[in-house]
């Protein structure tokens, strides 16, 4: 059993930067893979990036080149650094761990965090 919490959101102008974090409670937390998704407004939740527990990363293409995913195994904690933010960015973000990058939409989740990009 794993407990996730997000914190980092909030409200950025175009072409700034966030850093999302989230911190992991519960057992073996270096053996999930993790991710994060989000969902904007009367869309689907959709894959952003994930690092696998052996450190393989995965990013979706309208990310890549601007977001950062990491993790702290010592502090049971992911981050994802967002830069270069466009308004299309604007989301609410999740945390996700699971067995394997593959899986992760059946793992568990965190409550989310709001992203506003706007001027």
């Known amino acids: 059993q794993v407990q996730l919490v997000e914190s980092g959101g909030g409200l950025v102008q175009p072409g700034g930067s966030l850093r999302l974090s989230c911190a992991a409670s519960g057992s073996m937390f270096s053996n999930y893979a993790t991710g994060w998704y989000r969902q904007a407004p009367g869309k689907q939740r959709v894959l952003v990036a994930a690092i696998a527990s052996g450190g393989t990363t995965y990013y979706a293409d309208f990310v890549k080149g601007r977001f950062t995913i990491s993790r702290d195994n010592a502090k049971n904690t992911l981050y994802l650094q967002m830069n270069s933010l466009k308004p299309e960015d604007t989301a609410v973000y999740y945390c996700?761990?699971?067995?394997?990058?593959?899986?992760?939409?059946?793992?568990?989740w965190g409550q989310g965090t709001q992203v506003t990009v706007s001027s």
């Open positions: 996700n761990a699971g067995s394997n990058i593959a899986t992760l939409v059946h793992g568990y």
